[in-house]
Structures are given as structure tokens and as C-alpha cells.
């Protein structure tokens, strides 16, 4: 029993750090893919409303580029908290603006980039002011953990299910360089439904359980398919493999996070 707070203290250090890493990778990927080439939030502002002229909207992107980067930088400086929050305040405002401008799906987009957001806020409210992790919400950020991990794989499962054209251009892009053959239509169609199925599957376990085994499947399948964006466009397309790092990382600090208590410790008595 004696050594039981050593090991939470080590698990709650190696969970915060995969996540730290996973969230800096993944604010600097999301700020080199999304701001400066699709421009989302300008084209929400200045072409969906016209709240602002074109210069103004461009400026607030690239306002906010410079913001999510620096973010992402800082949030390796535990002391430095507000750099979680920003992260995760940019991420969400990213995906809202992206979901209110994609024809096809659009209430997809913010479930199955969930973990972008839900991670880094999360973390900064496991964090006080100094910069300690809170033992007494070490459940709610397991909690929230779970929800993001599975809310990020419910969409993804949903889009397999309905044979989304982007990942069909995945499996084709993947078997003619890792099989050398092409995969019949019919085929891919096929393999991403047993895709969907199972993303839905160890998305409802992992909610359901504290499995490690289902965190550890869930962290190598994302890391696979954030990979598979390499495999289809090469090197150049890092920022798409590097905004998806909390598809690996979240399930994977949730290896150790599910050795972390339950429930809050008990409070400690004042000593007369």
C-alpha cells in the first residue's frame, strides 16, 4: 500500500507528458495545415458573412496561426497553463469553423476531432496555478479523456461506415504502396465497413470499461491511420499526420491514467 502514491504520481507524470508532447505535435500541425492554406475561419468571416473585408479576414487567420503555434510551443512549459487553454479554445474554434463551411457532413466534424479539443482542456483543468497536477480531478480527466478518444473514433467510425470518398483514396493510396497492387472498389468498400464497425465497437468499451487493452488499440490505430496521410501524399504531408497526434496520444496516456484512482483520495485530517 505503501508504494501505491509513488506509482499514481508516476502515472499522472507519464500521462501528462504524452499528452503535453501530443498536443504541442498536434497544435503546430493543425497551425502549419489548417491556417495558412485552407483558411477556414477567414473564409467563415469574410465569405460565408462578410463580417469582415477579405485583408481583415486573412489577418485574423493569420493572427491566429502565430497564436495556435506559440501555443503549441508553450504547452511544454508546465508552469505555463494558459498555453493548454489556448490550444484547445483554437482547436474547437477551427473545427466549428470548418464544420459551418463543409457541404457533406458538417455535423460530423467537431465529434471526430472531439480529442483536438476535449484533450488540451482537460489537461489545463487537471493543472492549478502553480502548475501541480490536482489529485482530486484525477477521474474527471480519465473522464474526459474517454469521451474525447471516443467521440473522435465514433465519427471517424461513422464516416468509414458510409464510405467517405477521402478514406477510400486512403486504402488505395496504401495497398498500391505497401501491397503493390491495386484493391478492387468492392474490396475497399468492405474493409472500411469492418473499419467503421470496429471503431464503434472500442469506442462504446472504452466508455464502458477501463480496458488497457482497448486505450492500447485504439493509440496503435491512430497512430496508423495519421500515418497513412504520409503514405498517400508523402513527406510534405507531415501537418496531417502531425495534427492527428492526440489520435495516438490520448488512448495512449489513457494506458496509464487507468491506473490512476477511481475516485478522488479522501481528504487528510488536520492534525491537533
Known sequence: MGDRPQRDRRAARVTEWILRIAIAIGALGLAARWLPSSRAVAGLLYLDHGWLGEGAAEAVDDGLFVVLAAAGLLVLRPRWRFGLLI????????????????????????VEQAVRYVAPLALWLWFDRDGRTRPDLDAMLV??????????????????????????????????????????????????????????????????????????????????????????????AWPETALRALNCGAPLALVFAFTLPRKAPPPVGDVA
Open 87 to 110: 490550444a484547445g479554445l483554437l482547436a474547437l474554434l477551427i473545427s466549428v469553423a470548418t464544420a459551418l463551411r463543409d457541404g457533406a457532413w458538417p455535423a460530423i466534424v467537431p
Open 143 to 236: 473522464f474526459l479523456l474517454r469521451c474525447g478518444v471516443a467521440a473522435t473514433f465514433v465519427g471517424h467510425g461513422l464516416e468509414a461506415l458510409h464510405h467517405n470518398p477521402r478514406f477510400l483514396d486512403l486504402v488505395f493510396a496504401a495497398s498500391r504502396r505497401c501491397l503493390g497492387t491495386p484493391i478492387a472498389q468492392a474490396n475497399a468498400e468492405a474493409l472500411l465497413t469492418a473499419i467503421g464497425v470496429v471503431d464503434l465497437i472500442v469506442a462504446a468499451l472504452l466508455v464502458v470499461v477501463r480496458w488497457r487493452a482497448v486505450a492500447a488499440w485504439m493509440a496503435f490505430w491512430g497512430a496508423l491511420t495519421a500515418a497513412s496521410r504520409m503514405v498517400h501524399s508523402g513527406v510534405g
